[in-house]
């Protein structure tokens, strides 16, 4: 088994945006969202599960893009959404 995530080959977006408004979801609509993460894959802007409407979730049921991160004061921290992922593979991931 490879210590190193499959998933870190399909990061096309590595840095945050500049400015970021919001869950593009939660503000179409005119809802509220409590933590914000970033589709490393698409760099879509979701809503997180503490969130009423989760669509960083809905995101990933919808594109199957697996890693996301938190864009939380700044935080570098990433993750990946498929539950098959074993403890080395999301190790390796999330450093």
């Not at 009423?52 to 993750?79: D, F, Q, W």
Request: proline share 4%; glycine share 6%; net charge negative.
């Amino acid at each position: 088994m490879s210590s190193r995530c499959s998933h870190l080959d399909q990061i096309a977006h590595p840095d945050l945006p500049a400015e970021i408004t919001g869950c593009e979801e939660c503000l179409a609509m005119g809802s509220r969202w409590l933590h914000l993460r970033e589709c490393t894959i698409c760099g879509h802007i979701g809503c997180c599960d503490d969130s009423p409407n989760k669509h960083a979730t809905a995101h990933y049921h919808a594109t199957e893009h697996p890693v996301i991160r938190s864009v939380e004061h700044a935080k570098e921290n990433l993750g990946a959404l498929e539950l098959e992922l074993s403890d080395d593979q999301f190790a390796a991931l999330s450093g």
